[in-house]
């Protein structure tokens, strides 16, 4: 396979205009410019958002002009995309919260120095900036009959949810990002085509300038839904090498072929022959699945990290011995705590409504007692043990 095709077909959904007038531009050997856009709705970029990043990657690598753009100004309404009911919206300070170390992670994928260096944008540069006038004349673009015909909109109309004029708005204001940037393609998953086909008839409205759009598959989350913050069913780039590889063995077994086909580096060949082995039972499933963990772990952490993670795992999980628990060195002891705090001070969460979350089903413990309540508290001293599910835990040292 060509790198030209393999750039089009691996992990590629659909191509508008089409899959050819792409390939001729690329073959002109012009530099396109290229980007795809976050959503700040949650502080971390999952293995979903991953998929279109790697894709992004393999035009860098091709030395394309690569933009990472921050939906600061639209996260504040929040994109309806795969919603059934109208989502929360963000305040300015949570958005640029959430934001704050997207740069941090991406790197992980993209490369932001070298001699191609990907640039992060963000939209609140020119949507905040917008006069009312243009504002009318870009939103009188489109009719409402346009926008309605959106299937997310009409399933609403038909359960009889709310509809509320923002969520009409926010893929015309998406979309006027490809203007304000002048870009040459949009990438993203398959939810978001609407939004950047609105973009795409908007630079050719206002620029006359044809806008290549590629979308990538959607990764189903840890549950089999679409993987997304909001159904929590995420495994986040930023989840350390022990909590990446137990949500990765949690995975079932029909989600397997799925994942390394989008979150590996695997040829097309070594994937065929995974899914033969367990279609056919050759190999153990359990075997397969610490395969994919491994071959996803290590495009984020590094080698020994993972297979030091993977053999915690076997220990606990399949050994049914206990876990093997950090030691978290602490300058003084923690009196009358709540178990929420105690969490968050030693590291285990890395917020308190993950920490609740973990609380309210049951998860912690602390010295062996199961914690009942977010509002239990806790004296935590030298050889204090602190739990979460099977898997991990945090001894307590105190310095003197």
Not at 263 to 291: A, F, H, R, W, Y
Request: net charge positive; glycine share 6%.
């Amino acid at each position: 396979m060509s790198e030209l095709t393999s750039l089009l077909d691996h992990n590629v959904e659909n191509i508008y205009p089409s899959k050819e007038s792409l390939k001729l531009r690329l073959k002109s050997d012009s530099r396109l410019k290229i980007y795809i856009g976050i959503d700040p709705s949650s502080p971390n970029i999952h293995l979903g958002n991953a998929v279109a990043l790697w894709k992004l990657r393999e035009f860098q690598n091709l030395g394309h002009e690569i933009i990472l753009l921050i939906g600061d100004f639209t996260g504040t309404i929040g994109d309806p995309s795969g919603r059934d009911v109208t989502r929360k919206p963000l305040s300015f300070s949570e958005i640029l919260g959430n934001s704050k170390k997207y740069k941090e992670q991406a790197s992980k994928i993209l490369s932001f120095d070298g001699k191609n260096p990907a640039e992060i944008r963000y939209n609140s540069k020119w949507l905040g900036k917008l006069e009312l006038w243009d504002f009318m004349k870009i939103v009188s673009s489109f009719t409402i009959g346009q926008l309605i015909e959106r299937d997310l909109f009409q399933r609403r109309m038909n359960e009889e949810k709310p509809i509320f004029l923002n969520e009409f708005l926010y893929p015309i204001l998406q979309g006027y990002d490809s203007v304000a940037m002048e870009v040459d393609m949009e990438v993203g998953g398959t939810d978001q085509t609407f939004n950047m086909l609105i973009g795409r008839d908007l630079l050719k409205r206002f620029k006359g300038k044809e806008k290549f759009v590629l979308t990538v598959p959607l990764l189903p989350g840890l549950d089999g839904r679409k993987m997304s913050k909001s159904f929590k069913n995420t495994v986040e780039i930023t989840d350390d090498p022990h909590n990446m590889v137990v949500k990765l063995m949690s995975l079932g077994d029909s989600l397997m072929s799925v994942y390394f086909r989008l979150c590996t580096k695997l040829s097309k060949e070594e994937i065929q022959k995974v899914e033969l082995d367990l279609k056919e039972g050759i190999k153990n499933p359990m075997e397969i699945k610490k395969l994919l963990a491994k071959k996803i772990g290590v495009l984020y952490h590094r080698e020994e990290e993972i297979e030091a993670a993977l053999k915690e795992f076997e220990r606990v999980a399949q050994k049914g011995e206990p876990p093997k628990p950090a030691v978290k060195p602490l300058s003084s002891k923690l009196i009358q705590k709540s178990a929420v705090d105690i969490l968050l001070i030693l590291g285990m969460v890395k917020s308190k409504s993950e920490a609740r979350r973990l609380i309210e089903q049951g998860g912690v413990s602390i010295n062996s007692r199961k914690v009942i309540s977010t509002e239990d508290k806790f004296d935590i001293e030298k050889g204090s043990l602190v739990q979460i599910g099977r898997f991990k835990a945090v001894l307590v040292k105190i310095e003197t």
